[in-house]
């Protein structure tokens, strides 16, 4: 792996390293990007648009305040540390907490997703018609199931999390169960879709997870995932420092792989489908913003969406930097504090890549 140090601009860096063989033509095929949206760089906007970035700023209040919670039976039974509340179910496998910001955190995510993909839930192509059960893994709030639900009236859709932090009230094709994704899969039905998203903070085998998911789809079915790659990448300034949220992703990443969590999956999605059985590959990436610099309105929406919620998935991760790093909780407020500012500044060109992948089991007859 490159050093962050090494990081170029963003209009030169390429998100996929390519194979132009002519078998990996046939195994990964692109799918059209969303309107506006770049799949191998972003360029700086030097003139700013104060209109767009006042509106994105009233839309992001509006959803914080206008939010409501459904609170469940099981909260008294949820664990609390440093302040914030984690899940008990498997106490410990996850490193991230579950109360009200976290789920705030998720269901601005969950948006930010929609208009990243142009409203689309998912990117596999399956006529709704025909689709008739679907699994959604790691459902956190559970609103893509409850959207999916509405889309898709025929379907049975079903989340499952480590944390009972969904609504009461959903449509009536959608339920939700407590379950750990990295225990053996005990599902007696078969599913047309089976659909993840930013799992990485909690998937400890992901070969595993796509076998299994492989074993729980019918024929033709297709599995989803949608994953963000660390580390940070950033445009380098005059004097090549590295930024604070840059650092923060590097142990992050070191963090993780003390307890079996691989933050750098996603770049490794396309051979574990194939390796599972998996044909039709479809992998792509895009770059998100950190901050409304880029050029491009949609651009300027993902990035103000998305560095309200990276600044809270600094804080967020806490746990990781307490339990594994050993560090104290106020060295990591302080921590956080500081890529906040950093971030809210817009000072330094930061990005992530973004994974967009989704591949069929093959049919019967194949």
């Not at 799992?199 to 998911?213: C, E, H, I, L, S």
């Not at 990443?253 to 999605?269: E, R, T, W, Y």
Request: charged share 25%; hydrophobic share 35%.
């Amino acid at each position: 792996m490159s050093s962050a140090s090494d990081q170029g601009r963003p209009d030169s860096v390429e998100l996929a390293e390519p194979d132009h063989s002519p078998q990996a033509e046939q195994r990964f095929q692109a799918f059209p990007l969303p309107h506006n949206a770049s799949a191998s760089s972003l360029e700086a906007d030097t003139e700013g648009d104060d209109e767009v970035a006042c509106s994105i700023d009233s839309a992001i209040d509006s959803w914080r305040s206008a939010r409501t919670q459904s609170v469940t039976s099981s909260a008294a039974a949820f664990q609390y540390e440093n302040g914030r509340r984690y899940h008990s179910y498997r106490e410990g496998s996850y490193h991230l907490p579950n109360d009200e910001n976290e789920q705030d955190r998720l269901d601005m995510q969950h948006h930010l997703y929609r208009i990243a993909l142009d409203d689309r839930l998912f990117l596999a192509p399956l006529a709704k018609e025909k689709v008739r059960s679907v699994l959604d893994v790691g459902c956190g709030t559970g609103l893509w199931c409850i959207d999916v639900a509405d889309e898709i009236p025929n379907a049975q859709i079903l989340g499952s999390d480590l944390s009972p932090i969904q609504p009461g009230m959903v449509p009536p094709n959608c339920k939700f169960i407590v379950d750990d994704c990295n225990s053996d899969w005990l599902f007696d039905e078969k599913f047309d879709l089976i659909h993840t998203r930013a799992m990485t903070p909690g998937m400890k085998d992901w070969p595993r997870y796509v076998r299994q998911a492989f074993d729980h789809l019918k024929p033709g079915g297709y599995i989803e995932l949608h994953e963000i790659y660390i580390p940070i990448c950033y445009a380098k300034d005059a004097n090549d420092t590295i930024p604070k949220f840059v650092q923060w992703s590097h142990e992050l990443i070191g963090a993780g792989s003390k307890v079996g969590l691989d933050f750098m999956a996603a770049k490794k999605v396309g051979e574990m489908l194939q390796d599972a059985g998996f044909v039709d590959i479809n992998v792509r990436w895009q770059n998100w913003p950190v901050g409304p610099w880029a050029k491009g309105e949609k651009n300027k929406i993902i990035g103000r969406w998305w560095a309200e919620d990276l600044q809270d998935a600094v804080r967020n991760t806490a746990a990781l930097f307490t339990r594994v790093l050993g560090w104290k909780p106020e060295e990591v407020e302080v921590y956080a504090a500081t890529i906040a500012n950093e971030i809210k500044s817009g000072n330094r060109h930061m990005w992530t890549e973004m994974c967009f992948a989704y591949a069929r089991k093959p049919g019967v007859s194949e």
